[in-house]
């Protein structure tokens, strides 16, 4: 069986992403790995002649072992006699959180990445230098939890996209049906463009495209005209009550600009939702 992989770092947010990412593998019949990157002391990692104690070294991993113990006992408490019951392992390993994740999912390939973050707003979470990392070193796709957000059915998933691949939009949509299937959710293509731009008969022909490839019945479309392509997104997400906002990292785009030093990270925004950020690689994400 696939699995979804959790990252903690045992703080009040990382251990509620945790919870919001075993409760998604539980709707998605997924097994869960939890994974804790244990970061050693940075001048132990340039200065060759120092040398940490073993004692000190076992003290950490052992209270890592604990902590994720706790959490995978926590998640056990709250099953539900009937209700699908992920099997939950456990993996603690010292160094950075992106080449943690690299070798963890080489090796068990998880389905999905599900991490906490602390800022709301989709230019300030992708601001984030975690989240900055993690969305340029990952091959899988990543879900990024904002501080608080408690899980609730995915009623509506809006995928957000300027339109300028729209082949590959085709393709990437169809990666997320399974997730919308296991809500019936409705997806909503949020084409985001600024107020110059027209839409185009080529949009509706995509989403009739899009329609017929997928086989999903629950599909429309939003025009979302901004100048600031974010603050459209944020006023969207809001007006709409969107459960989930799907992006796709590839060359170019607003993700890429955010993550490049846009103004738009400047932008205060509010909203909590969780942001699903799609690698600009032929993935599958289905089951």
């Not at 200065?47 to 998640?75: C, H, N």
């Not at 992106?98 to 973050?117: A, C, F, N």
């Not at 300030?124 to 609730?152: E, H, Q, R, W, Y």
């Not at 969207?236 to 890429?256: A, G, K, Q, S, T």
């Amino acid at each position: 069986m696939k699995s979804l992989l959790i990252l903690t770092d045992f703080s009040a947010n990382g251990d509620n992403a945790a919870r919001y990412g075993y409760h998604l593998a539980k709707a998605l019949k997924l097994n869960v790995i939890l994974c804790n990157a244990v970061i050693i002391p940075a001048q132990i990692a340039v200065a060759g002649d120092i040398v940490w104690p073993m004692d000190g070294y076992d003290s950490v991993m052992d209270d890592s072992d604990k902590q994720l113990t706790r959490l995978r006992e926590d998640f056990e408490d709250e099953n539900i006699i009937g209700d699908f019951q992920p099997q939950v392992s456990c993996i603690n390993q010292t160094g950075r959180l992106d080449d943690v994740v690299s070798i963890v999912t080489d090796s068990y390939h998880p389905t999905l990445i599900v991490m906490g973050i602390h800022n709301k707003g989709i230019a300030n979470i992708l601001a984030d230098d975690n989240s900055k990392n993690m969305i340029n070193a990952t091959k899988c796709p990543l879900l990024l939890v904002p501080s608080g957000k408690l899980f609730s059915n995915l009623d509506k998933i809006a995928f957000a996209t300027s339109f300028e691949y729209p082949d590959l939009d085709c393709e990437d949509i169809f990666k997320i049906i399974y997730m919308a299937n296991a809500f019936s959710a409705q997806i909503l293509i949020a084409h985001v463009h600024d107020e110059k731009s027209e839409v185009s008969k080529a949009d509706a022909d995509l989403i009739i495209k899009i329609s017929t490839h997928t086989k999903y019945p629950n599909i429309c479309y939003r025009s979302i005209q901004n100048e600031h392509l974010i603050t459209g997104l944020d006023l969207f997400c809001m007006d709409e009550e969107i459960n989930l906002l799907v992006m796709v990292h590839r060359p170019h785009n607003f993700i890429d600009i955010i993550l490049k030093g846009s103004q738009t990270q400047k932008m205060a925004t509010h909203i909590a939702i969780p942001l699903l950020v799609l690698p600009d690689e032929k993935i599958e994400l289905a089951l």
